[in-house]
Nanobody, 120 residues
């Protein structure tokens, strides 16, 4: 089992910045990758950023160049630096940790989420 606790959400004006953090505990060695997802009202949860154990990162075009994910393996934390925020970034942001079983199967752990609101 892995437990994830997010922090750092809040209200910010468009163009501003926020930094989200996620602390992982439990069966840390079972984690193969971590990331951040978001879900806006009436929309599906979507990937915002991911980072592998090797440090490879992945971003969708909607946040590329504005968001940066980083991982501190010594502290078991993953952070998301969000710059140049836009009103459309408003959502609940969820920390994710995944265990890859191979052959296309995986198990996901989720935090409870933290609200990010960007005002125009």
């Amino acid at each position: 089992q892995v437990q994830l606790v997010e922090s750092g959400g809040g209200l910010v004006q468009a163009g501003g910045s926020l930094r989200l953090s996620c602390a992982a505990s439990g069966d840390i060695p079972s984690i193969d990758g971590m990331g951040w997802y978001r879900q806006a009202p009436g929309k599906q949860r979507e990937l915002v950023a991911s980072i592998s154990t090797g440090g490879s990162t992945n971003y969708p075009d909607s946040v590329k160049g504005r968001f940066t994910i980083s991982r501190d393996s010594a502290k078991n934390t993953v952070s998301l630096q969000m710059n140049s925020l836009k009103p459309e970034d408003t959502a609940v942001y969820y920390c994710n940790a995944m265990h890859n079983y191979g052959l296309g199967t995986r198990f996901d752990y989720w935090g409870r989420g933290t609200q990010v609101t960007v005002s125009s």
